[in-house]
C-alpha cells in the first residue's frame, strides 16, 4: 500500500466535495475547540487562584482548625472539614500558641484571627457586617493597606479597646461620603471608634475584604463572639526553602500544647494526621491542593467533551458510509485492475483521518480564539486570568481526532475494501 497517492486521491475526493467535507467534520470540530476551551478555562482558574494564594504572601504558612478523625491522614482534612460543616467546634487554637510559634527560629510575625457577623448601626442606618477580629500584627502582614487614620496597636487589643477599622464598601454604605475617621459605630450592643480606613482591595477566595470591619482579636473574642479560641493563624517565615521544616515544628508545637499524642504510621515511620485538631499548610501545599482540585474539574469536563469527540466520530462514520455508497462502481474498477483489498482499505481510512484532523485543526484554531475571547473578558472584570492552553491541549485534541477518525472509519472502509469486483461494477 502506497500512502502518498491514496492520501492525493483522498485530498481530491474532500476537495471535490468541499461543504460535504466541512460538514462531516463539523462534529469533530465543536468536540476538540471544546476540548481546547476545557483546557485552557482550567489553566485560566489555575492562575486565577494561585494569583489570589499568592496575594497573601509567598511567605506564609496558614493553620486553622479541623476536627480530629480516626481515619486515615488521606481523609483527615475531608472529615474534619464535614465535622465542623455540622457544627462541630474546635476551641484549642490560642493566642498563647501563636506565641510559641514566634519563638521558632524562622518565623519572623504572626497573626491571629476569629470571624463573626453582627448587626452595625450608624445614624438610622443599620446593616449586618462581617467582623474579623486580627492580631494588631495583621496589617504587617496581610497585603491590605491603611488609606486613612491607623491600625489599632498591641496595647489597645491587651486593653480590649473598642476600635475598628473598616473597609471600602462599609465606608460607602454607612457614611455615604463623610468622613468616618473618629465616629462611631455601634456593633451589637457595643460601641466601635473607627481610627482607620482601610485601601480598596476587592475579594479572593470567597472572601471580600472590603465588606470587613477589623477589630482587635481579644476584643472580638470577649465582648462580641464570646470565645477564648482562634479560627485560624497566618505566620511568615524568612528562609522559604526551610518551609516544610518549619511547618513541621509548628505541629510539633501544637501537639504539645493540645496534649495529642500522634499515632506513627509503620510505613513512613511519620506522625499522622489522624487525632490533630488542627491543619498546618504552607504555599506550595495550598497551590498543590488547588491544582489538583482544578485538574480534577478539567477532567471531568473532558470526559463530558469527549462525548461531543464521540458523536463527531460517529457522524463521520456515517458519511463515509455514504461516500462508499457512492463510489461502488469505483471501487469495482480499481479492484478490477489490480487494487488489493489494503489498497482499497487504506483509501478510505486516510480519507476518514485526514477529514478529522481537518476538523481538529479548525476546532483548535476556533477553541484557541474562543478561550482567548474569554481571557480578555475575565481581564476586563478585573480578575487575574492570563490567556494559557496547555501542550497536553493539542496532543489530547490531535491524538483523539486521528484515533477516532480512523476507528470510525474503519467500518465503512473495511465494507468497501471486501466489496467484490463484479458486483460493485454492476451498482448503479
Do not use: C
Amino acid at each position: 500500500m502506497n500512502i502518498l497517492p491514496l492520501t492525493k486521491v483522498a485530498l481530491k475526493s474532500m476537495s471535490a466535495n468541499k461543504v460535504r467535507t466541512f460538514l462531516t467534520a463539523l462534529g469533530m470540530i465543536i468536540g476538540v475547540a471544546a476540548v481546547m476551551i476545557v483546557f485552557s478555562a482550567g489553566e485560566g482558574v489555575k492562575q486565577l487562584l494561585n494569583a489570589q494564594i499568592e496575594a497573601f504572601g509567598t511567605n506564609i504558612i496558614h493553620t486553622e482548625v479541623k476536627a480530629p478523625t480516626n481515619k486515615n491522614k488521606g481523609n483527615a482534612d475531608a472529615s474534619g472539614g464535614l465535622a465542623i460543616a455540622m457544627g462541630t467546634q474546635i476551641t484549642t487554637l490560642s493566642l498563647d500558641d501563636l506565641e510559641d510559634f514566634k519563638k521558632l527560629p524562622n518565623i519572623t510575625n504572626a497573626y491571629g484571627a476569629v470571624l463573626g457577623q453582627d448587626l452595625a448601626t450608624y445614624g438610622s442606618y443599620r446593616k449586618k457586617v462581617s467582623l474579623l477580629g486580627v492580631s494588631p500584627s495583621f496589617i504587617d502582614i496581610d497585603k491590605s493597606e491603611i488609606e486613612a487614620g491607623r491600625f489599632f496597636t498591641e496595647a489597645e487589643d491587651r486593653s480590649l479597646a473598642k476600635v475598628a477599622v473598616v473597609g471600602y464598601k462599609i465606608i460607602n454604605d454607612f457614611f455615604n461620603g463623610e468622613d468616618p475617621l473618629g465616629k462611631e459605630i455601634k456593633i451589637g450592643k457595643n460601641k466601635f471608634q473607627i481610627i482607620g480606613t482601610l485601601k480598596k482591595r476587592g475579594g479572593g477566595l470567597g472572601m471580600d475584604y472590603d465588606t470587613y470591619a477589623y477589630i482587635p482579636v481579644k476584643t472580638a473574642q470577649k465582648k462580641i463572639i464570646g470565645t477564648n479560641y482562634l479560627f485560624y493563624a497566618e505566620t511568615t517565615i524568612k528562609d522559604l526553602s526551610q518551609q516544610d521544616q518549619t511547618a513541621e515544628e509548628m505541629r510539633t508545637i501544637l501537639r504539645r500544647n493540645h496534649d495529642i499524642t500522634s499515632d506513627i504510621d509503620p510505613k513512613t515511620g511519620e506522625p499522622t494526621l489522624n487525632k490533630d485538631d488542627f491543619r498546618v499548610v504552607t504555599i506550595d501545599e495550598m497551590k498543590g491542593i488547588l491544582d489538583t482540585v482544578t485538574w480534577a474539574i478539567t477532567a471531568l469536563l473532558l470526559g463530558i467533551v469527549a462525548i461531543s469527540l464521540l458523536v463527531g466520530g460517529v457522524g463521520i462514520m456515517n458519511i463515509m458510509y455514504v461516500i462508499v455508497s457512492e463510489r461502488t462502481r469505483e471501487i469495482g474498477l480499481r479492484k478490477a485492475v489490480g487494487a488489493k483489498l489494503n489498497d482499497i482499505l487504506g483509501q478510505f481510512l486516510i480519507e476518514s483521518a485526514l477529514v478529522s484532523l481537518t476538523g481538529a485543526l479548525l476546532g483548535i484554531l476556533i477553541g484557541l480564539g474562543i478561550s482567548w475571547l474569554i481571557a480578555i473578558i475575565a481581564q476586563s472584570q478585573g480578575l487575574d486570568w492570563g490567556f494559557a492552553v496547555p501542550w497536553q491541549a493539542y496532543i489530547v485534541s490531535l491524538a483523539f481526532s486521528i484515533l477516532f477518525g480512523i476507528v470510525f472509519g474503519l467500518f465503512p472502509a473495511r465494507k468497501a475494501a471486501k466489496m467484490e469486483p463484479i458486483t460493485a461494477l454492476r451498482n448503479e
